[in-house]
């Protein structure tokens, strides 16, 4: 997507070199643009542990160029390269589905073609999300078109949470792609983004996307959102998913959850975008069976942001000497989400559904 008007994707390897991978420090925005060139595995583990790059698909995507810079290095340690990257973050699940998907190409590989190999199916993978992630796009604008037809001249509220944009993927997003394509479209759509403590992906990434785009935006504390529904500003919620169960469930950003159930309560369609990477078909429960990540305490006691004067600040914010517990991400329960949005089509969040749309993955 676009940054100043120009095109560009979140990941790419370095037209320079060839070889090295270029992707966004998405810890340094929305106040400066810096994009980082990544040289072997441990730059691309560091990058996703840390949230320099995030989004499930596009960690899943990086982790791919990941085996790929250590295959240029040592095509032995395939294996090893695959369980250390396995292991940088646990709830997405897009990240364990590209490193198998690079083992199933690789391994059977003699290590001398493993490099060429890796880099191919790297990109394949880049290529497929930005392509999915467009589906999903075309997807999802007919939800936005059937609510500006209701209300004609008015605008289409959407709320969104966390950051399912482009940035959270090679190109398009999960939740925002939807958005773009109705923007685009003159539909009049405006966007409550969830600010999403407390790394605030949303008040610092979507309202960065959206305003790059020029899509009508608000940037809401978290607990508003219960509000604006009761209060019919909301007419549709769409958010991206970290993993979604073969029943449904949805792993999500915390406070997802909490948003399904305020949309239930006040009628407001509650909508999950994501791409086949998402889904986790061997599992069936979410609450009980998906790994929530739980991040460091310092990211709830503190808070970074611009000084008046230009400079990146940290602060604490919470009470000194006060432990925090910082779980990152929550499962809303498939009897909360209105429908899926996928590359493939609009479907229910129900296990008959899912393994009609992807028998391949039962
Ligand atoms: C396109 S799905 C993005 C998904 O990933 C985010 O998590 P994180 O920022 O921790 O990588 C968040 O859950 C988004 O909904």
């Not at 997807?139 to 001249?153: C, D, S, V």
């Not at 999403?196 to 992906?201: G, K, M």
């Not at 159930?261 to 609450?287: E, I, K």
């Not at 989400?337 to 969040?349: F, N, S």
Request: proline share 6%; glycine share 8%; hydrophobic share 45%.
């Amino acid at each position: 997507m676009r940054i100043n008007g120009v095109w560009h994707r979140s990941l790419r390897v370095d037209e320079q070199d060839g070889w090295s991978v270029r992707i966004l420090d998405q810890t340094r925005l929305p106040w400066e643009v810096v994009w980082l060139r990544l040289t072997d595995e441990n730059e691309v583990a560091h990058a996703i542990r840390t949230m320099q790059t995030r989004g499930a698909p596009l960690i899943g995507a990086t982790a791919a160029y990941g085996v790929a810079l250590a295959m240029r290095r040592e095509p032995a340690a395939l294996e090893a390269v695959c369980a250390m990257l396995a292991e940088t973050r646990p709830t997405a699940i897009n990240l364990r589905w590209a490193i198998e998907r690079m083992l199933a190409a690789l391994r059977n590989l003699p290590p001398a073609d493993r490099a060429a190999a890796a880099y191919a199916e790297a990109a394949a993978i880049a290529d497929d999300d930005a392509a999915t992630c467009e589906a999903i796009g075309r997807n999802g604008l007919p939800l936005l078109q059937e609510i500006a037809a209701r209300k004609p001249g008015e605008r289409v509220n959407v709320l969104t949470h966390c950051n399912a944009g482009w940035l959270a993927t090679v190109d398009w997003g999960t939740a925002l792609a939807p958005i773009y394509m109705a923007h685009d479209a003159g539909i009049p759509v405006h966007v409550w983004v969830d600010e999403t403590r407390p790394r605030n992906q949303g008040a610092a990434l979507t309202a960065f996307e959206l305003g790059a785009h020029g899509v009508p935006h608000t940037v809401v504390a978290d607990n508003a959102g219960g509000h604006l529904m009761q209060h019919g500003q909301v007419d549709i919620v769409i958010v991206g998913t970290d993993r979604v169960t073969r029943t449904g469930d949805v792993a999500n950003k915390i406070g997802t959850y909490l948003k399904a159930l305020a949309a239930r309560d006040n009628g407001v369609p509650f909508w999950v975008a994501l791409p086949h990477s998402t889904l986790d078909l061997r599992v069936a429960d979410g609450v009980r069976e998906i790994p929530i990540e739980e991040r460091s305490q310092a990211e709830v006691t503190d808070l970074t942001g611009r000084t008046a004067d230009g400079r990146i600040e940290t602060i604490r914010v919470a009470a000194a000497g006060s432990p925090a517990a910082n779980p990152a991400f929550d499962v809303t329960p498939a009897r909360l989400v209105t429908g899926l949005i996928t590359e493939r089509g609009r479907i229910p969040a129900t296990e008959a559904a899912i393994a009609a749309m992807y028998p391949e993955k039962a």
